[in-house]
């Protein structure tokens, strides 16, 4: 590439300098993307241990909202995605950022390591890599278990919340959704697990 006359300052490239600054802010970019584990962890120890009543809120999904103005959805996620890296510590190059490990949240643990083992020896590791990998390597069967997986333990969650609130006029208006849910789960029930009930 040839540097044109507007491409210099004060007798120096700039390309050079540009350079330079290219690759700090790259530098942020990917110690801010991998902080995600860290976010995670701090998230899953403030819920498990309750540690927002501390500041007033009755519940979880408050004190991301208030606090942080993330959303529950985002905030269980990061939980997630650093439940997944824990898992994968053992195995290869670590995750850059939460896309990678987010299709492997609600797989079985071995088999989190297998896939991310497979990525991590197929060259660059991406997300769509990890997708790729998971679309090869697993079988469908085992992907709508980890579906069922995750739905059962994001019921457990929207049951506390549910407890945690004492607004009996919310409880009324969003009884019919969860009763339309859980029928829906209980077809899904049947579906993947016919000798076993929906708990």
Known sequence: MQLEQADWVGGLPIKGKMDERLEELEQVIEKELSAFYRVGNALVEIRDKRLYRLKGYENFEAYCVEVWKM?????????NASAVVRNLSSVGDMPKNE???????GLPPEK?????ETVCQSGKVTAERVQ???????DPLVKA???????GERCE?????IQSRRDDEV?????????KILRLLDEVDRVLCPNKGFK
């Not at 409880?171 to 009763?179: A, G, H, T």
Request: hydrophobic content about 50%.
């Open 71 to 79: 959303h529950r959805q985002h905030a269980h996620r990061l939980i």
């Open 171 to 179: 409880l009324v208006n969003i009884r019919p959704k969860l009763e």
């Open 112 to 116: 989190q390591r297998e896939v991310w």
């Open 99 to 105: 896309a990678q490990v987010r299709p492997l949240v």
């Open 132 to 138: 790729a990998v998971l679309a090869v390597e697993v």
């Open 157 to 161: 969650q929207v049951k506390e919340l």
């Open 145 to 151: 278990q980890a579906v069922y997986q995750s739905w």
